[in-house]
């Protein structure tokens, strides 16, 4: 799969300008049949858009810590599971295919592609049980995490 990733900027003269147009170089995989590119992400709110330093390159785990990050993913059929749990809220559209999200009291939610979820920091693995490749773009925004009983549900897996 190849993203093509435009980023803007400002030139000396204050003027909009394309500052990166590539396709994108950033892609990692953290189990198999999970390929990641990293578009962008951000180390604070609010964003500091005078910054010249390339986003993706700033991207060293699921989340960023008072930031955002912007990915891109295709889960392989068959993807190994990743049971996890983020302290963000994640925004994400799927792009093409089907993927099932399972959720820890064994539901099972089909998204497919035109669908778009909401993750508010539970529980959940990404299961493509088709036939064909599925492409989902999230937006992983820093969040507290969920207080249950008066006890952070913290990130992990």
């Not at 590119?37 to 180390?43: F, K, V």
Request: include cysteine.
């Amino acid at each position: 799969m190849n993203i093509r990733r435009v980023v803007t900027g400002h030139d000396g003269d204050g003027k909009a300008m394309v500052a990166i147009d590539e396709v994108t170089r950033d892609v990692v995989s953290y189990r198999p049949g999970a390929t990641i590119h990293n578009i962008w992400s951000t180390e604070r709110f609010p964003v500091d858009n005078t910054t010249t330093t390339d986003g993706a390159k700033e991207i060293t785990a699921t989340t960023r810590a008072g930031g955002a990050v912007f990915r891109v993913i295709e889960y392989a059929p068959g993807v190994a599971p990743r049971n996890h749990r983020t302290d963000s809220i994640d925004y994400a559209v799927v792009l093409s295919g089907e993927i099932d999200m399972e959720l820890d009291d064994d539901r099972v939610v089909t998204l497919r592609a035109g669908d778009v979820l909401v993750q508010r920091g539970t529980i959940h693995n990404w299961v493509n049980r088709s036939n064909a490749p599925c492409v989902v773009a999230f937006v992983l925004i820093d969040a507290h995490p969920y207080l249950h009983d008066g006890k952070p549900l913290t990130a992990h897996g």
